[in-house]
C-alpha cells in the first residue's frame, strides 16, 4: 500500500489569511483602536469624567450640535431633492430623460469642496457676484443670501450629495415589477393611490438607505463646512478635529479632543452602517427583480415642460453656473475685477501648471499618491476579498469584521488615527512626509476596493477555482490562471474607484501635510484661506479637468468591456 | 479490483452530520451511481472523494492509496489525486476558448507541445466538439459547454472520473442523447466512472452498479439496475424507483384482506412472516384492469387522459391505488373507463412489505 504524506511546506491559504489580517490590523484596525485608547485612557488609567468635560466645553457641544444639525437639513433635503428627480426621470413623460438622468449624476464627479468654494465667490456676503449683483442693481441693502450660514452649507452639501439617493431610488423604479402597480390599477386604485399605497413603500428601503448614506457623509464631511463655515464660527465634528490639530501643533490637549469627537464619529457611523443593513436586510429582492421592466409612465402633460424648464434651471444652477465662475475667476488678473475680455487671460493657468512649485508639487503629489494607493489597495483588497469571500479557514470571522472597519471609519478619523500611529510613538515616524498620506489613503479607500473586488469574486463560482484543482493545479495555479484573470474587471474598477477620488481627496491630506506634501485638495483649499483666490480657483478648474477626463476615459472604457 | 474503497467515512457540518459510517467500494472500469433525494450528501461523498472537503473520520483509498485519513493527518490535495471532475453548472473557463479549456491539464502537466496539441484535439473531437476550438464558453450552447467539460475531464487521461449531476442543468431531449454519449465513451475508453444524480432514469440507463442513498445520507441498497428495480430492498427504495402504490392488507388466518373490507388479495406469495398488518407494494404498470372476471372489485375515482396513456385512481375498500395503460390498449380492450364506474383489479408483481418499517418511507 502507498501513502503520501499530505502536507508539503505552508500552503497558500495560512499565507493569504495571515497576510490579509495584517494589511487591516495595520492599516485601519490599529489607528481606529489607537483613537479610542486615546480618547478613554488618560496617564494609564481609564477615564470617563474626562469625556463627560471635554464633550461639555462649549466648542465641542456645540461642534457635535452642528454635525448634527448640518447632518439632518442635508440628509432631508437630499431625500427630498433626490427622489423627486428619480421619480421625474423613471416614472415620467419628461422630454430628454436619460439626458437628464445624466446630468444629475454629474455632482458625483464634482468635489464639494470646489463646489463650496464656488459657491464663497457667488454669494458670500460682501464680495460674492450674486449678492452685489443684487446690491449694484437692484438697490438691496445687504445680501440676498449669505452662504456662511447653517443655510447656505446645507443647499451646498445637498447640491453635491443627492446623487445618492437619486441613483439609489432611480435604480429601484427601474427594477420594480411593473405587474405590482398594474395589479393595483386593475383593482380600480387610482394613479395617486397607487403611487402612496404602492410604489413608495416599494422603493422606501431605496430612499432610506440612500438618506443614511448621505446622513453618514455628512456628519463626517469637511470640505463644505471648512470653505464656508469657519468663517461665522460654525465648526462641525472634522472641522473643529481640524482646526484644534492644526492650531497647537498636536498638543496632547488637542488630540485628546480629537480623539473623543473621532470616536463619536466612528460609533455613530457604526450605528448608521448597522441600520442601512438592517434596512436593506429583509428581502427586498422578491419584490424588486433584477430584470429592467418597461415602467408605467405618468403623463405629464401641461407640466412637462415647465418641469423640464425646472430641471435645467436646476442643472444649470448647480452644476454650470459654479463650474463657470470658478474657470472665469481663475482667468482674472486680480480677484473682484469684472469678468471682461482685458482682464481674462491663462496666464494664471500656465502659472498654476509650469511655474508654481507650490501647485506643480501639489498636482504631482496627488497624481503619484493617487496611483500609489490605488495599485497597493487593488491589489490588498482582492487579496482580502478573497479570503472572505472564497476561503473556507479558521479566523476568517475576523478578517469579515475588520474588512467592515474601512467602511464605518470616516476621513477624519483616519487622519488622526494615522498621526496617532504613524508619528514616532511606535518606532515609526512618518509624519511630514508623503508616506503617512499614502498610509491613510490606503485605510481611506480600502472599502472601496474590498466592495469592488469581492463583487467581482462573488461571480467566479468556487466550482471554477475546484475544476483547476482536479485538473492538476495546485492552489497557487488556480488563483493566478483562473481567479485573477476573472476578477481583472473588478480590479481595474477598484483602481479607478480609488484613484480617480483620491486625486480631489481633502479631509485626510488637509490634516497631514507639510509644506512639500500638498495635494491638489490642499493647494486648493490653502490658496484659498491665503486669499490667493484667483489661483485656488485656476488650481480648482484644473482639477476639475483633470477629474471630468479621468471619469470620461473610465465611462468609455467600462462601456466597452460591459461592466 | 476496487478502484475507490470508502471506509467508515463521516462528515459533518457544524450540528448537521450529513455521513457517519458510510462504507462503499467501486470496482475498476465500471459505471457507478449514487442516487439519492437531493439534499442526501451524495455531492458531499463526491467532493470528499475529490478532496474539495476533509473528512471527520474514516479513510479513502482511490487505487489503493490512501488519500484521506485524519487520522493519520493525510490529505491529499484535489490536484495530487489524478481524478477527471465534471461539475452541475459545466464550470468552463470563461476567459479561456474551448482549445484552452482543454489544454489547461495538460499544460500543467507540463507536456510538450507537439503531443497536447494532438490529444487536445483528439478528445475534442472525441466528445463531438470538432471545429469550435476557438470558441468562447459564453458562444457556446449549454450542451456544449457540458461537452468541453467532460473533454477537459478526460484529456488528462484519468483512471477515475465524477460526475456531479452533469445533465441536470440541460433540457429533456439533451439529457436522454448526452446519458447515452457518457455510457459509450466509458465503455470506450474502459474508465471508472462515478455518478452522481437523483434522477432514477438515468442512473438506471447508464449504471452497471448502483447505490440508492436515503435522505440521512445512509446506503440502503447497493447493486445492478435490475436487482434494485425488481428487487428493491425495502420501501424506500422502492418507492425511490418510480410511481409505487401501497396497498394496506389484513392477515385473517390464512387470508389477506384488502383495505377495510373483505375482499381476498389475489395473489398466491404470501409474506415470509407472521406480521398481522402487511403493505403490498406495486407499480401502476404490474397491475391488470378488467370489466369483469376474477380480482378485486374497486371504482374509478379519477379517469386522466394523459395523451398517450390513461390514469386511473382506483379505491377498493378504502384502498386507493393509481394504474395507467397504454391509451390504444384501453380502447382496443373497452377498458377506458368513466369516473364511477366499477373495475376489476389483478396483479401481475406484487413485493410485500411488513407495515411496520413502511413508515420509513414517509422519511423520503
Redesign the interface.
Known sequence: MKRIAGKRGIGAAPIILFLSIAILVVVVAVPVLLIIFNAFWVNGEFNVGDIAKILGEPDTYQALINSLIIASGTTVGSTVVGTFFAWLVTRTDLPHKRLMKGMFLVPFMLPSFIGALAWKMLLSPRAGFINRFFMLHFGFDGPLFNIYSYAGIVMVEIMYLFPFVFIQVCGALERMDPTLEESARISGAGLFTITRKITIPLVAPSILSGALLIMLYSMAHFGTVAMLGIENGIFNIPTLIYQRIHQSAGSFASIRTGTVLATILVVTAAFIIWLQGKILGGGRYQIIAGKSFRPMELKLRGLRFPLLILCVAYIGFTIVLPTAVIFLVGGLKTYGLAFTWENLSLDNYKFVLFDYQLTKDAIWNSVTLGLGAAVITMFAGVMISYVTVKMKVRGKGILEFLGMLPFSVPGSVIALGVILAWSGKYGVNLYNTVWIILVAYIARYMAFSLKANSAALEQVHDSLVEAARACGASMWQALRDIVLPLVRPGMLAAFFLIFLPSLRELTVSIMLYAPTTRTIGVAIYTLNEDGETVMSAAMAGIALILIITGQTLINRFTEKTGG | MDIIRIEGVAKAYGRLQVHRDLTLSIRKGECFTLLGPSGCGKTVLLRLI???ESLDAGRIYID????SDPRA?????????????V???Y?????MTVFGNVA??LK??GVTPSELNSRVGETIALVGLGGLEKRLPSELSGGQQQRV?LA??LV?KPSLM?LDEPLTNLDANLREEMRFEIKELQRKLGITVLYVTPDQEIALAISDRMAVMDGQGRIRQTGGPWDIFERPADPFVFNFMGIANFVPVRRQGGDFLVGGGGQRLPWNHPPGGDAPDWVAGFRPSDVVLARGGEGLRGVVRRASFLGAMMDYLIDIDGASLRTSLETHAALADRLMFAEGESCVVGFRNLIWFDARRLGEVAKR
Request: aromatic content about 10%.
Open positions: 475529490a478532496g474539495f489503493d492509496t490512501l488519500v493527518g493525510i490529505n491529499l490535495s484535489p490536484d495530487s489525486r489524478n481524478l477527471g471532475v461539475f452541475q453548472d464550470a468552463v473557463w470563461p476567459h489547461y491539464p500543467l502537466a467539460a477537459r475531464a488528462a465524477l
